[in-house]
């Protein structure tokens, strides 16, 4: 799979408003049928950034993605509320979903 976390600073004015800003682009993704997951979280040390993971089948899903018209929208609209070019980390993973922490098992 394509495993992807990236990390959006939106301008503060903005930030509390980010989950509905970007809801139109959030749920046309995961109704791709290459979407395993896509998650945003905001995160806890800074209140102007969202952290996104998302997962996809294969390259042809990320392809599909990144060439859907509803990519192409959020080119268009969300960088208006950014601070900054978003950071990314795309990795290809040889497995197709989460695994447990075995480390912290729960019994």
Not at 37 to 42: F, G, I, K, N, V
Request: glycine fraction near 4%; charged fraction near 30%; charge should be negative.
């Amino acid at each position: 799979m394509i495993f992807i976390t990236a990390k959006f600073r939106v301008r503060p004015e903005h930030a509390d408003r980010w989950p509905e800003i970007a809801r139109d682009f959030t749920e046309a993704t995961r109704a791709e049928p290459g979407c395993l997951w896509y998650d945003w979280s905001r995160s806890l040390d800074d209140p102007n950034e969202y952290v996104l993971v998302e997962a996809f089948q294969d390259d042809d899903a990320g392809a599909a993605h990144v060439g859907s018209e509803h990519f192409r929208a959020a080119q268009r609209d969300l960088p208006q509320y950014l601070a900054e070019t978003p950071r990314i980390v795309n990795a290809k993973v040889d497995q197709d979903g989460w695994s447990e922490l075995g480390e912290l098992a729960v019994e």
